[in-house]
Nanobody, 126 residues
């Protein structure tokens, strides 16, 4: 079974920063993800892609709404990926989900990802 865990949510004022982390691990077998994505969701709205990366090539894409403010990085030694969020806005308030897959696919397509974390809440106040 693959477990995906996010850390780092919280409350911050507009203009502030937060860093989310995501770790994927497996029990009893070796799991090697090839794609990883961050999504966010507000109650009553569809899940929205924020950023996605192909871990094999290091290519990363960002949603227009976060481009220039959010950045993805990896610590391969810790098998952890980080979403650094800066210049946060109230409209960034959402539950943020990390998702991974060992099969290639569209980085912004939720259906690409086999394994999802439980979500972490980010609240940005004005």
């Amino acid at each position: 079974q693959v477990q995906v865990v996010e850390y780092g949510g919280g409350s911050v004022q507009a203009g502030g920063s937060l860093r989310l982390s995501c770790t994927a691990s497996a029990s009893g077998f070796t799991f090697k993800p090839v794609v990883m994505g961050w999504f966010r969701q507000v109650p009553g709205k569809e899940r929205e892609a924020v950023a996605g990366t192909d871990l094999r090539y290091g290519t990363t894409i960002y949603a227009d709404s976060v481009k220039g403010r959010f950045g993805l990085s990896q610590d391969n030694a810790k098998s952890t990926t980080y979403l650094q969020m800066t210049y946060l806005k109230p409209e960034d308030t959402a539950t943020y989900y990390c998702a991974v897959s060992d099969v290639d696919g569209g980085l912004f397509l939720p259906t690409t990802y086999k394994h999802w974390g439980q979500g972490t809440q980010v609240t940005v106040s004005s």
